[in-house]
């Protein structure tokens, strides 16, 4: 099938998951870019997809041909790809494993993608989004991950009631801030066999009645001239050094 109009109600329908609001009602998602694309066919999330015409279909799944036109308009990157998916959100897992990363507030959808991909990268079991991350489904936060997003299990939580149910279970919460606490490097090997590690918000950090509800508090020690990193690459060295045994 070829579809050459804007009109087409499919293509209107598919514009449409660009919004938050209807990747949420429809729970369906965008991904565009061979990568990103083979990395969600290896997860069986692909319902269907779309190809720039002439192209060929490199997989047994449904599929649509659309003009170049078309593929502009369901595109949100600059210069569009020669194919794209419509993919259905991944079904998250209860069982949360032994590493967890708990994300307060983080804004930024790249800075969400590179956390994604370094708690693969590094070991995590399970990432929980607070109530006011970002969406985990936006365009930039997919792209950023570099496909890793659909090899993690990841959750949305109310941050503090979830704490207090892994304190129950007494799973150590490593909090996470500037002044204070010890040194990510003093960490025992057992203390790095099960845990759950708190980032914060770019700006403020982890909230204050998150901070509270922790049992110990990692810092990054660097040169004094540098105030703080970004949340990214913070992670990222936090994750790499609970990471080593």
Do not use: W
């Amino acid at each position: 099938m070829l579809i050459t109009s804007l009109e087409n109600e499919r293509i209107k329908k598919y514009v449409r998951l660009r919004n938050k609001k209807y990747r949420d009602q429809e729970g369906l998602f965008l991904v565009e870019g061979f990568h990103l694309v083979d990395e969600a066919y290896k997860a069986n999330l692909i319902d269907e997809l779309i190809l720039i015409e002439k192209e060929t279909c490199p997989y047994d799944i449904p599929y649509i041909y659309v003009t170049e036109e078309v593929m502009k308009r369901l595109t949100m990157m600059e210069t569009p790809s020669k194919v794209m998916a419509v993919c259905h959100k991944k079904e998250m897992s209860t069982e949360l494993g032994n590493h967890l990363l708990l994300l307060d507030e983080i804004q930024d959808p790249g800075n969400l993608g590179t956390i994604i991909r370094s708690s693969k990268a590094f070991g995590i079991d399970t990432i929980i989004l607070g109530d006011k991350c970002c969406d985990l489904y936006n365009p930039k936060v997919l792209r950023s991950t570099q496909g890793m997003v659909f090899h993690i299990n990841i959750r949305r939580e109310n941050l503090s009631k979830f704490i207090l149910k892994l304190k129950k279970e007494k799973i150590p919460i490593y909090g996470t801030r500037v002044n204070g606490g010890s040194s990510i490097y003093t960490l025992s090997k057992e203390q790095k066999e099960k845990y759950a590690l708190v980032m914060g918000n770019e700006g403020n950090g982890v909230s204050n009645d998150i901070l509270d509800l922790c049992d110990e508090y990692l810092y990054i020690p660097m040169n004094k001239e540098v105030e703080s990193l970004n949340v990214g690459i913070a992670t990222s060295i936090l994750l790499y050094e609970l990471n080593r045994r």
